[in-house]
């Protein structure tokens, strides 16, 4: 909605309520699938822009505790708590929050959980075009997976965006769930492992 101030038009963000436009799906215990390309901003420009979203965030999300966040982070987080018993989730997200203290909130919420079923790392690869951003994908289950399936990307034509097993060139390999925690994840080079 739009309002004005001394003249100054103001925009108020009418945030989406859950509960309230999925109660039935929400009271019958969760989404099956969710899925989402979540929006990539990082908290110091929402706390300049919007104060007060910043604090509630960090005041809401586990994934936006550790001082600064990325927004993504909590649509993730936001995303997987949607989920009923058995759940999945999919999304598109920067690859960064992986080895990034940003990101230290969303992985230890996902090896407590341990909800990480599946990654495909796009590594270097632009997936986007006109746009530097490392991505990756994510996919969640609301139940606890023993394993983590890791596709990543070492090479690929620059042509087309690769996926496992039809271009580029893939490492994939699969580790314990119990290997993953809040310290930051090297899911590269061969077998990937936890750097302390």
């Given at each position: 909605?739009?309002?004005?101030?001394?003249?100054?038009?103001?925009?108020?963000?009418?945030?989406?309520?859950?509960?309230?436009?999925?109660?039935?799906?929400?009271?019958?215990?969760?989404?099956?699938?969710v899925i989402?390309?979540?929006?990539?901003?990082?908290?110091?420009?929402?706390?300049?822009?919007?104060?007060?979203?910043?604090?509630?965030?960090?005041?809401?999300y586990?994934?936006?505790?550790?001082?600064?966040?990325?927004?993504?982070?909590?649509?993730?987080?936001h995303?997987?708590?949607?989920?009923?018993?058995?759940?999945?989730?999919?999304?598109?997200?920067?690859?960064?929050?992986?080895?990034?203290?940003?990101?230290?909130?969303?992985?230890?919420?996902?090896?407590?959980?341990?909800?990480?079923?599946?990654?495909?790392?796009?590594?270097?690869?632009?997936?986007?075009?006109?746009?530097?951003?490392?991505?990756?994908?994510?996919?969640?289950?609301?139940?606890?997976?023993?394993?983590?399936?890791?596709?990543?990307?070492?090479?690929?034509?620059?042509?087309?965006t690769?996926?496992?097993?039809?271009?580029?060139?893939?490492?994939?390999?699969?580790?314990?769930?119990?290997?993953?925690?809040?310290?930051?994840?090297?899911?590269?080079?061969g077998?990937?492992r936890?750097?302390?």
């Amino acid at each position: 909605s739009q309002t004005t101030l001394d003249g100054e038009e103001i925009y108020k963000v009418n945030p989406f309520d859950w509960e309230r436009e999925f109660s039935e799906i929400i009271q019958g215990g969760g989404f099956d699938v969710v899925i989402g390309n979540p929006p990539y901003v990082r908290s110091v420009r929402l706390r300049e822009a919007d104060l007060e979203a910043w604090a509630y965030y960090s005041g809401i999300y586990e994934s936006a505790r550790v001082g600064e966040y990325d927004i993504y982070l909590c649509f993730a987080e936001h995303g997987f708590r949607l989920l009923r018993k058995d759940g999945r989730l999919g999304m598109i997200l920067p690859n960064k929050w992986f080895t990034t203290q940003v990101g230290a909130g969303l992985r230890r919420l996902l090896a407590e959980s341990q909800a990480v079923d599946h990654v495909v790392d796009f590594g270097h690869f632009q997936v986007f075009p006109n746009v530097t951003t490392y991505t990756c994908l994510l996919f969640l289950r609301s139940i606890a997976c023993d394993t983590v399936t890791v596709n990543l990307l070492d090479t690929a034509p620059m042509a087309v965006t690769p996926s496992p097993g039809r271009s580029g060139r893939w490492q994939h390999v699969t580790i314990a769930s119990s290997e993953l925690g809040d310290s930051m994840w090297n899911l590269a080079a061969g077998t990937p492992r936890v750097v302390l």
